[in-house]
């Protein structure tokens, strides 16, 4: 994950059958504004509420390199998952954070982005999305 500059990684990507995921935003010079999220394991993740506004952003994957898409999700979510210690969490996260944890409860569910984009017209290769950025 770290090594191709990932934000979260879903065991199923890795051959793994099970419901967990590892998610970590950094700021990054294509992302400089967001919120940073530390390391976390997330096991059983389900979203519980979700805001009626939704958003749209581009979103790229580990499992399709070198592609980015342009995804409505909800702009906030209440989710709930145990950590690594099996402690159950819930978390009320917003913006690119509340992106991430869709996209990789998505993962856990078989459903990849490219799946909810509206226009297929908006995938792009990575080389033409950085010039656009």
């Not at 998952?81 to 991430?100: H, I, N, P, S």
Request: charge should be positive; hydrophobic fraction near 35%.
């Amino acid at each position: 994950m770290h090594r191709a500059r990932g934000v979260g990684l879903a065991a199923p990507q890795t051959g793994k059958d099970m419901s967990l995921a590892v998610i970590e935003v950094r700021k990054t010079k294509l992302r400089p504004d967001v919120t940073p999220f530390p390391k976390t394991i997330v096991i059983n993740p389900k979203i519980i509420s979700h805001s009626r506004k939704m958003e749209y952003d581009w979103e790229g994957c580990l499992s399709l390199e070198n592609v980015r898409g342009l995804v409505q999700r909800h702009k906030e979510i209440i989710a709930e998952y145990q950590d690594d210690l099996g402690k159950k969490t819930v978390r009320k996260l917003k913006g690119f954070q509340a992106r991430v944890f869709q996209h990789e409860i998505d993962h856990l569910n078989g459903v990849l982005y490219v799946d909810r984009m509206d226009d297929m017209r908006t995938l792009t290769t990575l080389k033409e999305f950085e010039k656009r950025r």
